[in-house]
């Protein structure tokens, strides 16, 4: 059974930094993507980055280029979301999410998904 479970969220002021984890078990790391995405109230879900785990090469989406870093270790198959100068817009709900192959890092586009994690940002 594929299962993806984040952590890591938490309450953190204006300017904060987190690191949101998601442990993955089930299925064999090296052969899916993971995403990370997020979800605010009455907003559609969002791709933050993506990570092919087979040669650890993330993507980013525009909505949190410079400031979102997204990386991996496959001895824990565990991939991360290193979050920095955080805004009140970033408040959310947190997703990771699995799948063979992506293009865009769209949400449609993954199959399995976490149960989601909350950070907000107060300023």
């Known amino acids: 059974e594929v299962q993806l479970v984040e952590s890591g969220g938490g309450l953190v002021q204006v300017g904060g930094s987190l690191r949101l984890s998601c442990a993955a078990s089930g299925f064999r790391f090296d052969d899916y993507a993971i995403g990370w995405f997020r979800q605010a109230p009455g907003k559609e879900r969002e791709g933050l980055g993506c990570?092919?785990?087979?040669?650890?090469?993330?993507s980013y989406t525009n909505a949190v280029k410079d400031r979102f870093t997204v990386s991996k270790d496959n001895a824990k198959s565990t991939v991360y979301l290193q979050m920095n100068n955080l805004q009140p817009d970033d408040t959310a709900v947190y997703y990771c999410?699995?799948?063979?192959?992506?293009?865009?890092?769209?949400?449609?586009?993954?199959?399995?998904w976490g149960q989601g994690t909350q950070v907000t940002v107060s300023s």
């Open positions: 999410a699995a799948s063979r192959v992506y293009y865009y890092c769209l949400a449609n586009e993954f199959n399995y």
């Open positions: 990570i092919s785990t087979a040669d650890g090469s993330p």
